[in-house]
């Protein structure tokens, strides 16, 4: 099935000139069709890539502003500090450690429904370093 998305996402690539991601985001392939194997053969990988790497950003932003809302609604000593790849990192004091992790776990899992799970892994530190 891997092999088989992989020759598909390329062919529907070079015949659109273009892949999108689950939420139809588009990415142009200009290079598609380029007469350098180098650059055509980087385009084909990007038409494998991006539509799964930009799914999963576009699953990131919509639990981002999931997280924001339930954290507002509910825990609103908590915030969003920064986004890095699929983690958030959130500032909030030592005693709603807890409440906020079961917060942020639900909205997370919860951000969109796919064919399997969505699964998110909390950890809780004195700093971000402690979490890696």
Known sequence: DVKRYMDEAVVNATNSGYVETMFARRRQLNDIHSANRVVRGVAERNAINAPIQGSAADIMKLAMIKVHKALREKL??????????????????????????????????SAYKLSVPLTADVTTGENWLEQE
């Open 76 to 109: 609103p000593e908590a915030k969003i500090v920064m986004q890095v790849h699929d983690e958030l990192v959130i500032e909030v004091k030592k005693e709603y450690a807890k409440t906020c992790s079961e917060i942020v776990k639900e909205a997370m899992e």
